[in-house]
């Protein structure tokens, strides 16, 4: 198995694509990099920025590249000995009329040779719904779409089509009778009933009432294929087919005003296998599983092993060529049987590096048995952000927060408020299918016969918003006690909460639980046990909505803590979790990836890195704050007696440009228009004054007046003069922990992955302001200008490094020497265990030290936090007179000689290193023994 020693994250894309890379390939070898990790590179929908809408996943992405210009890049990366890191999709494809497979269940029903692929409820307790499937794809009603001639009947060398806009939906072969038929008699007319052609059309009329009773999957698939090889033909070679045709289209398609012509067409939709409907219907009801709340997302059963296979076949074959040497599993949570995934993928590909994208909960630990070498970072991404706050201050910054906003909520409550918020607007549908399936299965008990469909889904949605973790993973009648506990806990908050329910749910604890099924036939204990696994499907995507999207907007005390599989009641992270949540990772999942930025993070690693330094500060915070709200009272727009933003909003705003204010002034305002952008996309989120579904332009328009207002670069802007002081001192602390975050992320244990870009400062929001182009030729030139510095005159270049650490070549300057490091020390990083080291002195808490050990060779990392009582801001965190007595102990076996990998200078310490020697040049140390 190749692990990797680091791993650069690339999001591909029309815009950046194969040619791109081979362009970069070069310098992601200098850096020091040893596998591009890829977003997925499979045929998706048409201008995706990310890849994750497959809609065919045998086939690479056209707008990324061709074959030949895949195996190119990848010969080119293996020439620089760079591996491949594959990020794959297995939960979900896209909604969209590119989606073959979709479209022939669209089209074909049951019968469809596709007919397992996809999440499906074809016997839904709705007859609307009954064996059709919903394409909640609509922008207006139904009605109103149909009836302003929005959608229409098209036909063509294909067949029949439903268009919408650039949705193309098939026609079942049943409907063409309808439609052939509908003035056949003018045909009749025109030709006579002994004219050839007109046998022949009258022939496939015949055809395709015999298709159904007959043939299924690709036998069907031929015949309809013939069929419609025929229609065409002699709608090619016979004009009078050809006018009825065109004019049997001209009627369907109906005349906008006259609400009676729509008739036909809505009469032939009536018949689909599908039910075209409003995207907001997805909301309320839904038949099939989709990515989270995303309708263009339907979600695939992976876990039927035809599906598995075929959408595993062409990353088998790259792993069997030598073309990628390992995955990322997206969202593993999604599946139906995670475990089991896991067993039939490391069967299919081998002995190769496997990653999954899991959130774990604080103090929560992944499912010891899976077949995979770990995650990919978010927990780590937390835990090193979490170091860097200043975890005493949290009564003084909750008092500010709440002074400031008069928020009281708690966060627990927000998150409980918030999901059932969700379980209302948005996945109201999915519980609703997940309560009916609860109804049945209770009226095989009299224990449960006179349970209520309304008190079960009462029941349920308390049970599904008060879950504890993201999921469980029971999967037989043997549970674990770690998913006992979280059934338990779950249900016994549930029973405060709406006490008067409580046999309900104890019904429920006991099915989830697997409990009392002695009595239970085999068939119905299967029933209850594909229940649980539903339930288990269902808790991510509620979790991920009601928390992610939704609190982690309103939840507003520090925004540094607001970030993917984070829980920012926990105010910062101790020394000693830090120190034991690495320790834990030697012991099982030591090649998990470390992250600080990802596509998904809510803002860049350098912007948390800034934040951070306001949770060592709260009242010179506080006072900044109240004044620049004083200052800016008047810019807010009062509407029915409210001001906009309001108060939580502009608290959030303010973290917001304290965070991410660009260094250079050329940056503002672009800086400008990028925060107003990503407003609106926050306040949706937060669906507490508009939303995604309702957007409220009032309010929407009135904050962005507000922002225009206090990003004024052109006028004489009081709040600017207050603000940008402030600003700059944030930023001279956010730097020093940028430099110990990137630090930390290389030489913990774990491999460390850098997202696209970060090499520089990241100053970014949440996607897409996260995707926006890298200037590659920019680093390049800062790379080769740092290789040529150390080579020539290494105090000198560091010296300029801190002079101008706003340019941001310090951080990739400090990027490359710990790269360099892994490389040349692989075994060290990547085996090695995981030592927390006793810090002495004044300054003790300010430094996070440990060691590395592996056959007698050590590594000792030191990083500097929490420097605002340390240094001034227009000081460098260096040298004795900085740090005084402050000093790392060394255990009594070490070595004495070391050196500094990071500015190439030796120290020697035979029971201490004096911080102001490993920090004498540089504001961060990577010793290693010289034995």
């Not at 009749?188 to 999957?217: C, M, N, Q, V, W």
């Not at 005003?257 to 409003?278: G, H, K």
């Not at 409210?642 to 303010?654: C, G, T, V, W």
């Not at 255990?891 to 990071?902: Q, V």
Request: charge should be negative.
């Amino acid at each position: 198995m190749k692990i990797p020693i680091s791993t650069y994250r690339i999001q591909f894309h029309s815009g950046f694509n194969f040619e791109a890379a081979y362009a970069i390939a070069h310098y992601l070898a200098a850096l020091g990099i040893s596998d591009l990790y890829a977003s997925p590179i499979f045929k998706a929908r048409a201008g995706s920025t990310h890849g994750y809408d497959v809609v065919d996943p045998t086939q690479i992405n056209p707008e990324v590249g061709t074959p030949k210009q895949f195996d190119s890049l990848v010969n080119t990366l293996q020439h620089h000995q760079i591996g491949w890191l594959q990020d794959i999709v297995p939960n979900h494809m896209a909604y969209d009329s590119t989606n073959q497979y979709l479209m022939d269940v669209l089209e074909n029903g049951p019968d469809s040779e596709a007919i397992e692929f996809f999440d499906i409820e074809w016997n839904h307790a709705y007859d609307s719904f009954k064996g059709r499937v919903l394409a909640p794809l609509l922008g207006d009603l139904y009605g109103n779409c149909l009836e302003n001639g929005e959608i229409q009947l098209t036909y063509d060398e294909a067949g029949l089509h439903v268009n919408y806009h650039s949705l193309k939906l098939p026609v079942r072969i049943e409907s063409y009778v309808r439609f052939i038929t509908t003035h056949l008699g003018q045909l009749t007319k025109a030709l006579g009933r002994k004219h050839p052609d007109f046998i022949k059309l009258l022939g496939s009329l015949y055809l395709i009432k015999s298709i159904p009773a007959e043939t299924k999957g690709r036998e069907r698939s031929d015949q309809i294929a013939f069929v419609k090889g025929l229609l065409w033909e002699l709608y090619s070679q016979n004009t009078e087919i050809k006018n009825l045709f065109d004019a049997n289209v001209i009627s369907f398609n109906g005349i906008v005003n006259d609400p009676e012509s729509f008739n036909l067409l809505d009469s032939l939709l009536s018949e689909q296998f599908y039910r075209l409907s409003s995207w907001k219907v997805g909301a309320e009801e839904i038949n099939y599983r989709r990515f989270f709340t995303v309708n263009e997302l339907i979600s695939v059963k992976v876990e039927t092993s035809k599906v598995f296979h075929k959408t595993h076949a062409l990353i088998e074959q790259w792993i069997k060529d030598g073309k990628i040497t390992g995955l990322r599993v997206d969202h593993i949570d999604g599946l139906y049987h995670p475990a089991e995934y896991l067993e039939r993928l490391r069967e299919k590909v081998g002995d190769v590096y496997i990653t999954v994208e899991k959130i774990l909960e604080l103090q929560e630990q992944m499912p010891d048995d899976w077949q995979t070498e770990g995650t990919s970072g978010y927990e780590f991404l937390n835990y090193l952000n979490g170091v860097f706050c200043q975890s005493q201050h949290e009564s003084d910054f909750q008092t500010v927060y709440t002074r400031f906003t008069g928020a009281r909520a708690s966060y627990e409550q927000l998150v409980a408020d918030n999901k059932h918020l969700i379980i209302d607007k948005n996945l109201g549908g999915d519980v609703d299918n997940l309560a009916q399936r609860l109804k049945s299965l209770s009226g095989q008990t009299r224990q449960g016969v006179d349970f209520t469909a309304y008190g079960l889904k009462r029941s349920l949605s308390e049970v599904l918003a008060l879950f504890p973790v993201y999921r469980t993973y029971v999967a037989s009648n043997q549970l674990s006690e770690v998913d006992q506990g979280y059934i338990q806990s779950a249900i016994a908050s549930a029973k405060e909460r709406i006490p008067r329910l409580i046999n309900e749910l104890n019904y429920i604890e006991k099915i989830l639980l697997r409990q009392d099924e002695d009595l239970l036939t085999e068939v119905q204990k299967e029933e209850r046990l594909h229940f649980v696994m539903k339930f288990q499907q269902l808790t991510g995507p509620l979790m991920a909505k009601g928390v992610e999207d939704t609190t982690l907007y309103i939840y507003n005390r520090l925004l540094s803590l607001n970030e993917v599989g984070g829980n920012p009641s926990h105010f910062g992270i101790t020394l000693a979790q830090f120190h034991d949540f690495n320790r834990k990772k030697c012991n099982r999942w030591l090649h998990s990836m470390n992250a600080s930025a990802t596509h998904d993070t809510k803002r860049g690693e350098d912007v948390r890195a800034r934040l951070n330094v306001l949770s060592e500060i709260p009242s010179e915070w506080e006072e900044q704050v109240q004044r620049w709200a004083e200052i800016n009272q008047a810019k807010k727009q009062q509407i029915k007696g409210k001001s906009i933003p309001d108060r939580n909003d502009e608290y959030f705003l303010y973290q917001t440009l304290v965070g991410a204010f660009p260094f250079a002034e050329a940056d503002t305002i672009a800086f400008r228009d990028r925060i107003k952008d990503y407003i609106i996309k926050a306040i949706r989120e937060a669906k507490v004054h508009t939303a995604w579904l309702q957007p409220d332009s009032t309010y929407e328009d009135s904050y962005l007046g507000f922002i225009d207002k206090l990003l004024d670069f052109e006028a004489k802007n009081e709040f600017l003069h207050v603000f940008r002081p402030f600003q700059k001192q944030i930023a001279a602390y956010g730097i020093f922990n940028s430099l110990s975050q990137v630090l930390l992320k290389n030489t913990a244990p774990g491999v460390p992955d850098l997202y696209q870009g970060c090499e520089l400062w990241d100053l970014s929001l949440v996607d897409p302001d996260n995707r926006r182009p890298v200037d590659y030729a920019r680093r390049q030139t800062y790379l080769q200008e740092i290789q040529a510095g150390i080579e020539s005159d290494f105090l000198s270049l560091i010296k300029d490094l801190l002079a101008t650490k706003e340019e941001g070549r310090i951080k990739l300057f400090l990027t490359y020497q710990v790269l360099q490091a892994r490389q040349n020390y692989p075994m060290l990083f990547q085996q090695g265990d995981y030592q927390p080291l006793e810090v002495s002195g004044r300054f003790a808490d300010h430094i996070v030290a440990f060691a590395r050990t592996f056959e007698g060779q050590v590594a000792i990392t030191i990083a500097p936090r929490f420097l605002t009582p340390v240094i001034q801001p227009d000081q460098l965190p260096l040298d004795h007179s900085i740090w005084q007595d402050t000093q790392i102990n060394l255990p009594s076996a070490m070595s004495e000689n070391w050196t500094n990998i990071i500015t190439t200078q030796s120290l020697s310490a035979k029971t201490a290193i004096k911080l102001g020697d490993a920090l004498k040049q540089f504001p961060g140390a990577l010793l290693i023994s010289q034995n």
